[in-house]
Every structure is written in C-alpha cells, then in structure tokens.
C-alpha cells in the first residue's frame, strides 16, 4: 500500500464548480504539502498544513491529523486552475509524493 | 518570498556530453537543496540531497558517479549528468526548505533532451 494516496486521479469539471481533491496517508508526518504543478512542469507549493485549515484566495486546503486525511478545495473554478495538484508528505524534511490529480477546467 | 531559481529550462544535448543545471536561492540561504527527477506522467522521484559544504546524499538506484551534484555555497547547487544518455531524458527539479509557513520552493524545472 501507498503511503500516500491521492483522489481522483482526473477530473474534469466546468467552470465555476466547487473542487475537491483528496489525500489519504498512512504514515505519521511532520506536514502535509498541497502543490501545484503547471502544463510546463513548474511548481508551486499551495499550502502547508500541520493541523486545521487554510485558505488563500480561491483555494482552501484541510487536514484532519486524526484520521489521516486532507482535502484541498477550490470554489469558483476557472479554466486557470486546469494543472496537477499533488499532496506530499512531510516527513524530516523529506516529501513523500502523492501521484497527483490532474484537473482540467473547462469554460 | 523564498526564491529558487533554475537554469536553463530547456536543454538538447547528444548522447554522451555532459549537462550542467544550477538552482540558485536568490534572497536566501539554502543548506538543503532537493533534487527531483520526474518521467511523463509519473510522480515526481527524490534522486538526492545535497547539504552545502558536505557530500550529498543520493537515493537508492541513482548512481552517484553519473549525477554529480555540488553545493559548494550556501547560494548555489549544481547537478551535472554525465555521459548523457537518451533514458536520462527527464523534468530535473531543484528544491530547497525555506524555513518558513510555505515550507519549500521549488526551481522552474529543466526539461532535459538527450538525442
């Protein structure tokens, strides 16, 4: 088993839907990263949570530490938002990686 | 906000020359740098760590003597494949802890050619 797994795989949704994507862990961590990486391969790291939740702009991201999960969300979604999102694992400062969810957003 | 920047984005070479890419932290100091190694559609993979001033650490089934990898200032490392081959063709990141609420910074990634 994958100490990091991450849900859906794909997804595909219209503009201005609400996003979920999920990450389910199985390990004890230190953080959990939300990254996003575009088209070209760059990245950006989103969120870095330890407990709770967070939100910038458009995209809130959550953990629940006792049960070994976070959620990223993203409300108004816009064709910009179409990238990879991958949920790492923090762990002495090494990131275990999540296979990723690749989002595409259509106008 | 933390910055690494990564040079070059692209490169082409043939088979058997030998690739230079350097991550730069720009405002500041990386004792830690991250090297990644991502194949189409796959996750990315850890190949080493590099701390300045000391040997990097690499991960199980790279070979060292192929990715060099030099931290020789808190600013600057390098990671040199040698003796390219057209498998080493790969998306090269650099990553670094910044010690603060983001956690890390990633390089723009080198997207690597080996024809």
């Known amino acids: 088993k994958n100490e990091v797994e991450q849900s859906p795989q794909n997804l595909t949704a219209q503009e201005g839907e609400f996003i979920t994507i999920n990450c389910s862990y199985s390990?004890?961590?230190?953080?959990l990263h939300w990254l996003q990486q575009h088209p070209g391969g760059g990245i950006v790291s989103l969120f870095m949570l330890s407990s709770g939740k967070k939100k910038h702009g458009r995209l809130i991201a959550t953990i629940n530490i006792q049960e070994k999960h976070s959620s990223l969300h993203i409300t108004a979604s816009h064709p910009r938002d179409s990238a990879v999102y991958i949920c790492a694992l923090d762990s002495n400062y090494q990131l275990i990686w999540g296979a990723g969810t690749k989002l595409i957003i259509k106008p | 906000g933390a910055v690494v920047s990564q040079h070059p984005s692209r490169v082409i070479c043939k088979s058997g020359t030998s690739v230079k890419i350097e991550c730069r932290s720009l405002d500041f100091q990386a004792t830690t740098m991250f090297w990644y190694r991502q194949f189409p559609k796959q996750s990315l993979m850890l190949m080493a760590t590099?701390?300045?001033?000391?040997?990097?650490?690499?991960e199980q089934g790279v070979e060292k003597d192929k990715f060099l990898i030099n931290h020789a200032s808190l600013t600057l490392s390098t990671l040199t494949v040698t003796s390219a081959h057209p498998e080493d063709s790969s998306f090269y990141i650099c990553?670094?802890?910044?010690?603060?609420?983001?956690?890390?910074?990633f390089g723009s990634g080198t997207r690597l050619t080996v024809v």
């Open positions: 990553s670094a802890p910044t010690g603060n609420l983001d956690g890390y910074t």
């Open positions: 390990v004890g961590i230190s953080a």
């Open positions: 590099s701390n300045e001033g000391s040997k990097a650490t690499y």
